[in-house]
């Protein structure tokens, strides 16, 4: 090579072309689409989020069978009737009937005020509403909207309404939106995690175990990996089908509970809270069994050796050395795979979740819902103001895996940090 | 302890044509904030061989990487004071790290082939450098620079990564100065390699060193007493930030030293 | 396997030895039933994945057995016929899988570009703080429940497209909306399974390239993007098998009902959407219609197999390559 060639900035400039200019704006305009596909990203999940917050708030046109103000006894407004007052406003509004039902479940006199009223506000009054407005037409079309509701609905009443309230999460499923709430699919779901959690944990782990720390290199070893990553990347829907096939039908004497004769006599057949924990516990499982093999890999090797060295066995070695070492990470997984298991809802639709419970799950054998499945019936009614509890719901389940999730963090934050 | 700014130039032989490549002023890396280089002040002769020795940890890695801003790659790093290319501080804020790059090239200490072909390996440079001439010619020129044209050539479009550990390494410095770099910075290019191989690259870098500049870290005294004609002696004081104890010609400082701590180090009485 | 060393140790002539009464020497070896019950549990929890695997491939064969061993029904019809109505006795498959195809490919549409730009970005562009900031953000959309994402497209992503492309163009239930909601959904999939095999591209490559004075496009491009490449083809392939597998969103926003198009401004029912939707009612057992539930079931449970096997090969070639 000549001399020349590399002289004060390079004779290579002759030889070169590097174009570094052309080079930089390809490199702009390269940078500016990865970013932009990023801040797409984070559009959709604002989106999403705007969609079921704007739907969860927002206004209400409530109309009244009967107006309040009507039942104002000697200018006494309804709200501050005594008890009295109120089982004579029922006697003169119910169907004879009806008020003797009411009477025999608990009788009047028995009854508290509040009782009453609400037992007045729901069957006499009986507000309806008969159309609603997200959050943000309430914010900004507010003119128009009250323009619409004198001109459309003369006696409704335009009032401004969250769809999360104490009471949402406090009544059972019902028929009128007004009324409905997701006590029932809350304990659905926590019933089902419950049943979840105690089949797939100690399964999971022991599975995580056996593969870390006892098996050997063999092909049956290597059969159950391959598998379990497999498992892992079968459709959920699936498993509802092999939940469908074995739990329900296949086990209908056990998960219904009538081999225990503990059978709820309203369904008495397989499709309860226990087949649904069990087949999401089957779904989880490779999840699980992935993490926590994970988190007993990290665990060093000299901790072992340390522990075999003083002369423990190998179930010592384990129980009292790595799994304590590897539980922070062994929980994270669990609690990652259990928010995965309580969003899930296909498997539990194919397995046959109810669709319309008012009391109150109380044991495996119930039949069941969950706040998923809440969320799909709900979304799937064409009535507008089931858009809205399903708006409302979804914010309690996202509130739930948000605490959920935030707490694994923290568990891996702190577990990350001390290791 | 060099408090002053004044770059310590090697005096007893002439330069040249009194040619510096590189000059550092004043030059501190930090890592964060940790210094890991203080205040150093060098002047590098052209087209000659300068060898960076001292005991492991002295920032000898970070003052070379901080000769083509390296450096950047690693978030928290950044640098102070000024490295003067043909006059220009390569740190000015106009200054583009990638055309310092490749006027500055860099062989590391753990041969890196791109996991392609050995022809692809080599013109991959010169070709996101609008590299005008014929690519084969440059290629084979490269490799045979290198000693490596023969006994590569029939396996041109075979991976590079099937080359022993010593052909990889010399495939590097054959892509290294396929770009036609002014400057080359070696970072231990031989520590991974077997006595032989490292004989190899020693005779090339001889070679080399009659159109490029070179600058060499290694470990190894025997390699930089033969191998290189200016040594520069680094050392952490007692922030452990390295600093530079003393720089000359490299005959002068592996017989006669100035400072005591050169002669501890190169004799093995040192850490 | 673990109760495979136990016998293996017990043919050994210490193990032998340990059967008679009083040992030999101290340091003999000993028994220890608790240990052998122990690691006979644990190997039991490893083995119920095989019993799952088992439990699907017998339950999904066995119904459809049955299901094809009906007069009504022959694997001829059911594969090359495109009409299934099974009130009329018609269980021609191609409805229901051209609706999955459709639905994947929209998917597909967004999340590999978005998803593969979004892992450059946070692999080779992005600072320490937007990385910590956008990481946890891909994280959240990973987590949000697919019903959640249902509710979205029916209820955010149809009405836009119907402002954008008229009402009458656009069905109320529709492929398209629930293709893109799902491209969304698979988007942090994709992302992040891409982001892991770009940051397993040894640094010192990077740093080889820039030393050759290569742009930081160039260093993405030219050799990250190549030398992860078969880690991003097995992400595509997770990212298709997991798009096909997808259930709620087309349940609630692709449209209810078996329909024969390519138009994904139409309602038209995917596989999974079928099964949920006829499993959601009350269905007796010994019906047809639970018959050809499962057939279905094994035909996607085939088509995700196949697809998972085949990234779990091209994933374990890319791990030959660097380690
Ligand atoms: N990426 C980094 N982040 C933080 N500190 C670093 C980093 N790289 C190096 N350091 C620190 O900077 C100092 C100098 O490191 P450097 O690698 O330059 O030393 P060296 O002289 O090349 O050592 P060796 O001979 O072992 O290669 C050391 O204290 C090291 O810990
Ligand atoms: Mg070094």
Redesign the pocket.
């Known amino acids: 090579m000549s001399a020349e060639t590399n002289g004060p900035l390079g004779g290579a400039e002759q030889t070169f072309d590097a174009g570094l200019p052309q080079r930089k704006r390809v490199a702009v305009a390269w940078h500016t689409l990865f970013l932009a596909s990023t801040i797409i990203g984070v559009i959709a999940l604002t989106a999403l989020l705007y969609t079921v917050i704007n739907q969860s708030f927002g206004l209400v046109a409530v109309q009244n069978r009967i107006e309040p103000a009507s039942l104002a006894v000697d200018g006494v407004p309804l709200a501050q009737l005594t008890q009295e007052q109120y089982v004579a406003i029922l006697q003169a509004n119910l169907s004879p009937g009806v008020f003797r039902r009411y009477d025999s479940e608990q009788p009047f006199t028995e009854r508290s005020r509040e009782n009453l009223y609400a037992l007045v506000l729901e069957r006499v009054v009986q507000p309806r509403y008969v159309k609603t407005w997200p959050l943000i037409a309430a914010f900004f079309d507010r003119a128009a909207i009250e323009t619409e509701v004198a001109r459309d609905f003369p006696g409704a009443k335009l009032v401004f309404r969250s769809w999360v309230t104490p009471d949402f999460l406090r009544s059972p499923q019902a028929s009128a939106p007004e009324l409905a709430g997701v006590r029932t699919a809350i304990l659905g779901s926590l019933w089902t995690i419950l049943i979840t959690i105690l089949t797939a944990l100690p399964i999971g782990v022991g599975a995580a175990i056996y593969l870390e720390e006892y098996a050997r290199a063999s092909w049956a070893t290597r059969l159950i990996r391959t598998n379990i990553t497999n498992l892992a990347g079968v459709p959920s829907i699936i498993y509802g089908m092999l939940g469908l096939a074995i739990f329900v039908r296949g086990a209908e004497a056990l998960t219904s509970g009538a081999a225990f004769g503990l059978a709820d006599p309203t369904t008495a057949n397989g499709r309860t809270i226990l087949s649904a924990g069990l087949t999401l516990a089957l779904l989880i499982l490779p999840l699980l069994i992935i993490n926590a093999q994970e988190a007993i890999r990290a665990v060093p090797r000299s901790l072992r050796q340390a522990s075999y060295g003083l002369g423990a066995t190998q179930w010592q070695t384990i129980w009292r050395h790595v799994l304590p070492s590897a539980l922070p990470g062994i929980l994270t997984g669990t609690i990652l795979a259990i928010s995965r298991a309580i969003g899930e809802t296909a498997p539990l639709v194919v397995i046959g979740a109810s669709t319309f419970i008012v009391v109150d799950p109380n044991g495996p054998f119930a039949k069941f819902t969950t706040l998923p499945i809440q969320i799909y019936q709900w979304t799937s009614r064409p009535q507008p103001q089931f858009r809205n509890l399903a708006a409302a719901a979804i914010l309690v389940l996202l509130a739930l895996l948000l605490t959920m999730n935030t707490s694994a963090v923290l568990l891996r934050n702190r577990y990350s940090r001390r290791a | 302890m060099f408090a002053n700014h004044q770059p310590i130039v090697p005096a007893t032989i002439p330069a040249p044509n009194g040619e510096y490549a590189i000059e550092a002023q004043g030059l501190s890396v930090f890592?964060?904030g940790?210094r890991?280089?203080k205040d150093i002040a060098l002047k590098v002769r052209t087209r000659k061989i300068t060898a960076f020795i001292?005991?492991?940890?002295?920032?000898?890695?970070?003052?070379l990487r901080a000769f083509n801003r390296m450096n950047e790659l690693?978030p928290?790093?950044h640098a102070a004071g000024a490295v003067l290319y043909h006059g220009q501080d390569i740190y000015a804020p106009d200054v583009d790290p990638v055309e310092v790059r490749r006027r500055i090239g860099m062989v590391f200490q753990k041969a890196n082939p791109f996991p392609k072909t050995i022809y692809e390996n080599v013109a991959w440079g010169a070709t996101i450098n609008g590299y005008r001439g014929n690519m084969a010619e440059l290629v084979e020129q490269s490799l045979r620079q290198t000693a490596l044209w023969d006994e590569v050539k029939d396996k041109l479009q075979q991976s590079a990564l099937a080359l022993s550990g010593g052909q990889q390494q010399r495939l590097c410095i054959a892509r290294a100065i396929a770009v036609k770099p002014d400057i080359i910075l070696m970072?231990?290019p031989a520590s991974a390699l077997d006595p032989i191989a490292t004989l190899k690259i020693e005779e090339l870098m001889r070679e080399l060193a009659q159109n490029y500049t070179i600058i060499i870290?290694t470990?190894n005294m025997q390699q930089a007493a033969r191998a290189s004609d200016f040594t520069a002696f680094?050392l952490m004081d007692s922030d452990?930030a390295?600093t530079l104890i003393e720089y000359g010609p490299t005959r002068q400082i592996f017989t006669r030293p100035t400072d005591q701590r050169t002669e501890d180090y190169i004799t093995g009485r040192f850490g | 396997m673990g109760v495979g060393m136990t016998a293996a140790a017990a043919g050994t002539p210490e193990a032998r030895a340990s059967h008679e009464a009083r040992p030999a020497h101290p340091l003999q070896r000993r028994r220890r039933p608790g240990e052998a019950l122990i690691q006979g549990f644990l190997a039991f929890c490893g083995v119920i994945s095989i019993f799952t695997t088992l439990g699907i491939v017998f339950v999904l064969g066995r119904e459809s057995l049955l299901f094809f061993s009906k007069p009504e029904v022959t694997l001829a019809e059911f594969l090359l016929t495109t009409h299934w109505q099974p009130a009329v006795g018609e269980f021609g498959i191609w409805p229901l899988v051209s609706a999955t195809v459709l639905t994947s490919l929209m998917a597909m549409l967004v999340a590999l570009p978005l998803g593969l730009a979004v892992a450059i970005y946070l692999s080779e562009y992005a600072s320490a703080r937007a990385r910590n900031l956008l990481k946890p953000i891909m994280e959240v959309l990973a987590g949000i429940p697919t019903v959640v994402y249902g509710y979205f497209a029916l209820t955010f992503m149809t009405p836009t497209l119907r402002t954008i492309f008229g009402a009458n163009v656009v069905e109320i239930y529709n492929t398209a909306s629930a293709g893109l909601v799902m491209g969304i959904l698979i988007l942090p999939l994709v992302s992040s399974m891409s982001e892991d095999a770009l940051s397993a591209v040894p640094r010192s490559l990077r740093e080889a390239a820039y030393g050759l004075g290569a742009t930081r496009l160039e260093v993405a491009l030219k050799i990250v993007l190549p030398a992860a490449l078969s880690g991003l083809a097995a992400a595509v392939i997770v990212a298709i098998s997991r798009a096909i597998g997808e259930t709620m969103i087309v349940a609630i926003a692709a449209g209810a009902g078996p329909n024969f198009t390519l138009n994904p401004f139409k309602a038209a029912e995917t596989m999974t959407g079928h099964i949920v939707r006829i499993s959601g009612g009350d269905l007796s057992y010994d019906s047809l219609d639970y018959d050809s539930l499962f057939a279905i079931g094994m035909l996607l449970f085939l088509m995700t197999l196949g697809l998972n096997l085949i990234s779990q090969r091209v994933v374990r070639r890319f791990r030959e390559v660097y380690e």
């Not at chain 2, 001292?54 to 003052?63: E, F, N, V, W, Y």
Request: proline share 4%; net charge neutral; hydrophobic share 30%.
């Open positions: 890592y964060g940790f890991a280089v001292g005991p492991s940890g002295c920032g000898k890695s970070t003052l690693i928290t790093a970072d231990e870290v470990h680094l452990r390295g």
